[in-house]
């Protein structure tokens, strides 16, 4: 058992969820998180915990999932931002998923993005509500850009004729700043989740990753040797990966009953191919995440892995050289790479998928809109299943 640490994230099913068939009020989040006091808005303050005590949480049937909290970190996009010259037309992102001729616009559907933040005077987010809470200790605004790149990609409204969102009808988003210049923490972004989906969010966007190395770090600073902190650090990575699969498990139950969510994170930029892949990092790699890996379009318009993009993700989204908003200017746009550019453009698709349940079907419910958004995916000629998953995600066109 871990001994370094009396913090922990404690997950437990709200009582109004502990009922066999009574599944809760409607809109109403399934599970509840003690917490840290220091947590924005813990919805109970956990105190120190002795590690009897934790064994015996953990027995506690109504206890879904213990952790500690791991530190977060950016899913760094490769490249300085690129200013962007004067377009007009599409993004070749816009074009690669189809969203340039789907008959959907995400409109009546509810996106979060967990992230850096927002710039909110950017007119690509003119006429969008924005529900903004800070998790960080940081100001509330997006002082890095990446948040506002990420957002600008899902919903964003054309810029000086340029479109750059997927799902430009999106009237309501909710974002929350998980990352500030000291990072983040994984029970801020547990708690984050919570938050979301409490606000109505049927898609929630993640490009963000749990720093193992800087965990590890953290502990042999505190004194404990490199091969006792390697072994801890690996038990709660574990524990976290856990964490967040209950996470998604009892968002897609609330589905059914409430208002339909998933969860779309990106699988990390770790990978330096040809000499070494990595596979899909935390929280991506929690059950029933849609993970997502990063694809590339050549001059002659043929797409691939990208050399960063990390193996075993779902789908693959554009995340070479995608154009989208920046904290700049409230109209500047810049160009950067990543599976965090990717991850945007998916969930910019689930949200017209969403949009599309709702109006053919009447409804909407968690496991149909991760199956219509996975199984939208072509599959890219001469690529492996263990690269890029389903393939590159496409809109609805009908």
């Known amino acids: 058992m871990n001994t370094h640490s009396t913090e922990r994230i404690v997950l437990r099913r709200k009582a109004s ?24 808005e813990p919805v109970l303050e956990q105190p120190s915990m002795t ?3 934790v064994a015996d949480l953990q027995r506690d049937p109504e206890v879904i999932a213990v ?3 791991m530190p977060l970190k950016l899913i760094e996009p490769f490249g300085a931002p690129e200013p ?4 007009v037309g599409n993004t070749w992102g816009i074009e690669a998923v189809s969203a340039h001729t789907s008959p959907f616009t995400g409109d009546g559907v509810v996106v979060a993005v967990l992230d850096t933040g927002i710039n909110p005077n950017h007119v690509a987010f003119q006429g969008v509500q924005l529900e903004r809470r800070n998790f960080t200790q940081g100001s509330d605004d997006d002082d890095h850009g990446h948040g506002t790149h990420c957002a600008g990609t899902i919903f964003g409204r054309d810029v000086n004729g340029l479109r750059i969102g997927v799902a430009r009808g999106v009237t309501n988003a909710v974002i929350g700043k998980v990352l500030g210049p000291g990072g983040g923490s994984s029970a801020s972004l547990a708690t984050a989740i919570n938050w979301a989906y409490e606000k109505g969010a049927n898609v929630i966007s993640m490009s963000l990753g749990i720093d193992f190395p800087g965990y590890v770090a953290s502990m042999i600073s505190q004194g404990l040797p490199a091969e006792a902190a390697t072994s801890i650090a690996l038990e709660q990575y574990r524990a976290n990966v856990n964490l967040f699969s209950s996470l998604t498990f009892l968002l897609a139950r609330s589905g059914s009953f409430s208002q339909a969510a998933i969860i779309v994170a990106a699988s990390g930029n770790e990978s330096q191919r040809p000499s070494y892949e990595i596979a899909v990092a935390p929280p991506a790699a929690g059950d029933g995440m849609v993970s997502v890996g990063a694809l590339q379009r050549s001059a002659a318009g043929n797409l691939s892995i990208a050399s960063f993009s990390n193996t075993q993700c779902n789908l693959c989204g554009p995340g070479v050289s995608v154009t989208s908003s920046w904290i700049d200017s409230n109209d500047a746009l810049r160009t950067i790479s990543g599976t965090s550019m990717a991850t945007p453009h998916v969930a910019g698709c689930a949200a017209l998928w969403a949009q599309q349940q709702k109006q053919n079907l009447g409804f909407l419910t968690s496991e149909n809109l991760a199956a219509r958004t996975l199984s939208s995916a072509t599959f890219v000629q001469g690529a492996s299943f263990e690269d890029i998953g389903n393939g590159m995600v496409q809109a609805p066109q009908q």
Do not use: K, Y
């Open 67 to 69: 952790a500690d909290p």
């Open 51 to 53: 590690s009897s005590e």
């Open 17 to 40: 969820f502990r009922r066999v068939r009574n599944a809760g009020p409607l809109g109403a989040s399934p599970f509840e998180m003690e917490s840290l006091p220091s947590l924005a």
């Open 84 to 87: 962007t010259p004067t377009a």
